[in-house]
């Protein structure tokens, strides 16, 4: 005879694991709210201080890009293009006048 109601092992380890999936999900979220707490108190201290060292006269020097530093390099050993948004790439039309003479910008790009 089949019952069709699971046995007292099987729904008291299924209650204990749906208990450790609830509670782990409850403590990551805790632990990046705090994370992202602190780093926006990060933040915020930093700014406060910058702020009071203006008002008291002190000057600090402006921050210099890590591209500037260090320009990547292509395969060939070729400067790759300027990047003044981190990795977000755009596509650019040509500079000058198509080969055709006509004057849409994209007009015979690959040629004919």
Known sequence: MASSQPSGAVNFFGRV????????QAFHMFMSALLQLFDRGG??????????????????K??????QQ??????NGLSLPHQP???????EGPKTAAPG???GGWDN???N
């Open 85 to 91: 948004h981190g990795n977000q790439n755009y596509i």
């Open 101 to 103: 003479g006509g004057g």
């Open 17 to 24: 694991a749906m208990l450790i999936d609830q509670n782990t």
């Open 109 to 111: 790009v690959w040629g």
């Open 70 to 75: 260090q320009q990547p390099q292509g395969p």
């Open 43 to 60: 933040m915020l201290y930093g700014e406060l201080a910058r702020f009071v060292l203006r008002m008291l006269g002190v000057r600090t």
């Open 62 to 67: 402006p921050r210099k890009m890590q591209q």
